[in-house]
């Protein structure tokens, strides 16, 4: 089993914890949250987004992210 933990910000007391019977399954599902957090930061922004700036911003989404086995 693997379990990910993703934070809303780096002071988030409640973050979400998910588990997953694969590493595979854990890494997509992560990495889709990510790219759907950016997105919505994209989508809302009131300046366009250039593609190093939405590089930086899913490199920070990823930061919040904890992937660990857990038996």
Known sequence: ?????????SLDPNPVVKTF????EAQEWLHDEAYRR?????QHS???????EYEQWHEQELALADIVRVD
């Open 21 to 24: 019977d694969t590493e595979y």
């Open 46 to 52: 009131a300046h366009s987004v250039s593609e190093e």
């Open 38 to 42: 950016v997105d919505h930061m994209v």
């Open 1 to 9: 089993m693997w379990e990910v933990t993703y934070a809303i910000d």
